[in-house]
């Protein structure tokens, strides 16, 4: 089993919705890589991931994560991977820690392991002085990377990430790629998604541009831009596939 992430014909229709999200979407991200999706706003990156993590059920079409059924392993796909949505799931009235230990104790972490990777993971996001104040008071670059650590407090095989980088700046953002990079090092599996294209040429080995609800193409950065005619950049890739239409 060399694939992390294996989807077939996956379809998506939100009920009342307009368009529907995923229509018949293929896509395999192999084991152990930094992998980008990619796509413009509404193509379906965030209905795949929340698929993938069981919280939106498909229509039709199968997700495997680690080759486990995300309608029917969805426990064991929890262990497995952690998650960092792309709103800030913490809470805002409770610090880091507080929301940190929390989050660590519905995956039943041991509370002296628990608070070992929270200051080790605080440390290592640049939280540690402001680990007590509450999430509300932090910015948006602090909020981000509380919001990585939350994914990560039960060590999971693979991180699945929506938007890591949205709304932070340039320090926070190489705090976080340089993580992420480090993660993947010691043989996670990382799949992200970014509007930032010119980070996901920089990082990911493998690269998949979905469009409405489909899979356009897939390759690593350097193949992408060979293949498409007069590209020079992931930028150019991505507007000669998608096109430049401004989507909802
Ligand atoms: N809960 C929902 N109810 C109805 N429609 C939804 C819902 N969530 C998403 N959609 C629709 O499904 C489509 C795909 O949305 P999705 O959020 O997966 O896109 P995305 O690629 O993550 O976009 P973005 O880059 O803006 O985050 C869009 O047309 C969106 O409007
Ligand atoms: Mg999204």
Redesign the pocket.
Known sequence: MSNAIEIDQLR?H?????????QGLNLRFKKGIIAGLL????????????ILCGL?HQDQGTARVFGLDSRQDIIEIKKKIGIVP?QIALYPQLSAQENLEYIGRLYRIPLRVLRMRIAFLLERFGLTANAHKRIHQYSGGMKRRANIIAGLLHEPEMLVL??PTAGVDVQSRTMILDFLKLYNEEGKTIIY?S?LLEEAERICSDVAI?DE?RLIAQDSPGNLVRQAEGCNNLEEVFLYYTGRTV??
């Open positions: 998506k939100y009920p009342g919705a307009e368009n529907t999200a995923l796509g413009p706003n509404g193509a379906g990156k965030t209905t795949t991931i929340s939106v792309q929506d938007e998604t509007h979905i609800g989507r909802e």
